[in-house]
């Protein structure tokens, strides 16, 4: 496996819409090599998620798993692999929470999301599978899916006054405070 050069914010790559996954290509060693180096890169750089795009690859490909040390959630996410996948949000409801994202690297930005969505994908065997998520395994899936769409998060801020770089924001956050 291989850990794979990230592409950052400015590269065209990154705002270019993906094509899909055909059911062939995914059964290429090629494209299951892709998949286990976009998990090593997601491993590498503590990323909770890692989208086809953001290694050069232009296809509709994303991979997510939430470590249950992770601060902004209550549940771990298992390693998923989402090929092709597709959202709907179920209900209106939004909600705001911290975002950054590997390509846009030591920033982060209040991000509003959907709160709740179903979700349909195949599996890396090429197996369709859904999943209903919340919270913050619902705002990965968006944020991967929006990346697959040549959208980044800051696209779905509220204006730019939240965003700050980690350090800072780790540095004058009140001790539990909310
Ligand atoms: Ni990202």
Redesign the pocket.
Known sequence: MSILKVARLGHPVLRSPSRPVTPAELATPDLQRLIDDMIETMYEYDGV?V?AP?VHVGLRLAVLEVPESDERTREAVPLTVLVNPEIKPMGPELEIGWEG???IPDLRGQTPRFSRLSLSALDRDGKAFTLEAAGFHARVIQ??CD?LDGR??LDRMDGMRTLSYQHELERHALPHGD
Do not use: I, K, R, T
């Open positions: 998620g989208a953001q994202c590997l390509s944020h991967e990346h980044v998060y």
